[in-house]
C-alpha cells in the first residue's frame, strides 16, 4: 500500500491514526478501514430521511430531466424506445447508467425542439459514445470533439483510430456528412461564440481537473460561451449520494457551489431534484478504481445494475443537469 492511499485511509477515519501509533500492521489497518467504510454507507442508508426517497415512482409521469440515475426509469416507454434507437437495450438485461445518460440527453433535446435539420451540436469529451451518431441522422450537423490520441490514460475512453475511422465505432448506419470528429481541449473549444443549438457533454467534465472543480466549470463557460442564445446545455456528472467531499465528482453542495451558481448565462430548465427512490438504492454495487465493467460476468452485470456505485466510503450515480442560456 502507497503513503498516499495510507494517508487517505486515515483522512476517512481519523480513528484509525490510534492503531498507527499503536504499531498495528498495516494489513489490519486496511481490513478495519474496509469494514468502517461498509458501516459509514450502511448507517447513510438506514438514516436516509424520507424527504429524500421516493418509495414508488410511477414510471408513465413526465421525465423529470435535472435528477438522478433510477433504476425504475427502465421502465419507462419513452427511455426504453430511445434506448432502443442507440442500440442500448441488451437482450442480456444489463443496467448501466450512463446509456440513461444518453437517453435522457436525448430526451431533452426533443422536448425543446432540438431535434431537426436545422440544428447543430457540439459535443465534449464525446470518446466513443453513440449519441453523435444517432444526432447525424436527425439534426444539420454535429461536432464530436474529445483529446483523441492526446492523453494516454484516455485512450481507452477517446482512442486516436475513433478520430481516424469513427464509422467503425457506429452500431448502425448514420448521415457520415453531418458528423465532423475534432481533436480538441474541452476547456478550449475552437469554435466562435454562439455557433451551437445544443451543446452536451455525458460524464467528462468532471475529469477536467482544477481545484474546486474549476475545470469542469471551464469546459461550461466554454460551451456556454459558444452556444446560442435560447440554446441547450446538457451536462451529466458524478454525484456523491452520502455528500462525501471528492475532487472530480459533486455532492449536495459543490454541484452548486462549483457549477450552477457560477454560470452567467446557462439556467437550469428546472429545479434539480437530489433524492432518489427506495428500489434504487436496493441496487449498490461494490467498485474498486481498478475495475472494469465490460470485463465482468455476463451473469453478475445482469444481476447488478450499476446506477449507484459505492467506492470505499462515497456512494455516488449520475445526474443530469439540463440548462437553457439566456
Known amino acids: 500500500m502507497s503513503l498516499k492511499q495510507r ?67 427502465w421502465e419507462n416507454p419513452e427511455i426504453i424506445d430511445t434506448l432502443s434507437q442507440l442500440h442500448k437495450l441488451h437482450s442480456e438485461g444489463f443496467i448501466h447508467r450512463k446509456d440513461w445518460e444518453w437517453a435522457i440527453g436525448i430526451l431533452a433535446m426533443q422536448k425543446f425542439g432540438k431535434l431537426n435539420e436545422n440544428c447543430t451540436a457540439l459535443g465534449v469529451g464525446t470518446g466513443t459514445e453513440p449519441v453523435p451518431f444517432y444526432l447525424a441522422n436527425k439534426i444539420k450537423q454535429v461536432y464530436a470533439t474529445d483529446l483523441y490520441g492526446e492523453n494516454s490514460a484516455w485512450e481507452r475512453a477517446a482512442p486516436l483510430e475513433f478520430y481516424n475511422n469513427p464509422e467503425a465505432y457506429s452500431a448502425f448506419p448514420y448521415n457520415k456528412d453531418a458528423l465532423t470528429v475534432s481533436i480538441m481541449d474541452g476547456t478550449k473549444l475552437e469554435f466562435p461564440s454562439e455557433t451551437f443549438d445544443v451543446t452536451f457533454s455525458f460524464s467528462s467534465v468532471e475529469h477536467f481537473g482544477g481545484k474546486n472543480h474549476s475545470g469542469a466549470l471551464r469546459g461550461l463557460r466554454e460551451m456556454e460561451r459558444v452556444l446560442k442564445s435560447d440554446g441547450l446545455a446538457i451536462i451529466t456528472t458524478e454525484y456523491i449520494i452520502n455528500n462525501k467531499d471528492h475532487k472530480e465528482f459533486f455532492n449536495k453542495r459543490t454541484i452548486y457551489s462549483d457549477l450552477v451558481n457560477k454560470l452567467d448565462y446557462l439556467h437550469l430548465v428546472e429545479p434539480l431534484y437530489l433524492g432518489t427512490t427506495t428500489k434504487t438504492l436496493n441496487t449498490v454495487i461494490d467498485f474498486s478504481m481498478d475495475m472494469n465493467w465490460d470485463s465482468l460476468e455476463s451473469d453478475y452485470k445482469k444481476i447488478h445494475p450499476l446506477i449507484v456505485i459505492r467506492l470505499r466510503n462515497i456512494l455516488f450515480t449520475s445526474i443530469v443537469l439540463v440548462f437553457k442560456k439566456s
Open 7 to 73: 494517508i487517505n485511509i486515515m483522512r476517512r477515519h481519523p480513528s484509525i491514526i490510534v492503531d498507527f501509533f499503536r504499531a498495528k500492521n498495516w494489513k489490519e489497518i486496511e481490513q478495519k478501514s474496509v469494514r468502517l467504510d461498509q458501516e459509514d454507507i450502511n448507517g447513510f442508508i438506514a438514516n436516509l430521511g424520507k424527504n429524500s426517497l421516493i418509495d414508488h415512482l410511477n414510471t408513465s409521469d413526465h421525465i423529470r430531466l435535472n435528477r438522478l440515475c433510477y433504476v425504475e426509469d
